[in-house]
Nanobody
Framework: VQLQASGGGLVQAGGSLRLSCAAS????????MGWFRQASGKEREFVSA????????FYADSVKGRSAMSRDSAKNTVYLEMNGLKPEDTAIYYC?????????????????WGQGTLVTVSS
């Protein structure tokens, strides 16, 4: 599966963004999907994940309560709505997909990665 992330940009603190990740192929429903981010000089970290049937979502503590991840099977797309953005949310955001069983919080569980979209939050 190929993944194309979009929706990043420059936003002021307190603002909102909706990131999108479009997946190619006809087996989108077979994959659990995740969002990770990597700030400059830091390791890639988990942000959010959604299971293949959309029934369960997971969030990092740093974004819990101000983010919502969803998926649209008709469009083969997952979304990450982020509100109350903070300067520390500044990073490149990557979407990822996996068909395997494992912790969706770990980058190593994912087999496919998008190219990333840059989110910059100004103070």
């Amino acid at each position: 599966v190929q993944l194309q992330a979009s929706g990043g940009g420059l936003v002021q603190a307190g603002g909102s963004l909706r990131l999108s990740c479009a997946a190619s192929g006809r087996t989108f429903g077979a994959y659990h999907m995740g969002w990770f981010r990597q700030a400059s000089g830091k390791e890639r970290e988990f942000v959010s994940a959604i299971v293949r049937n959309g029934g369960t979502t997971f969030y990092a503590d740093s974004v819990k309560g101000r983010s919502a991840m969803s998926r649209d099977s008709a469009k083969n797309t997952v979304y990450l709505e982020m509100n109350g953005l903070k300067p520390e949310d500044t990073a490149i955001y990557y979407c990822a997909a996996t068909g395997r069983v494992g912790s969706l919080l770990l980058p190593s569980t994912y087999d496919y990665w998008g190219q990333g979209t840059l989110v910059t939050v100004s103070s």
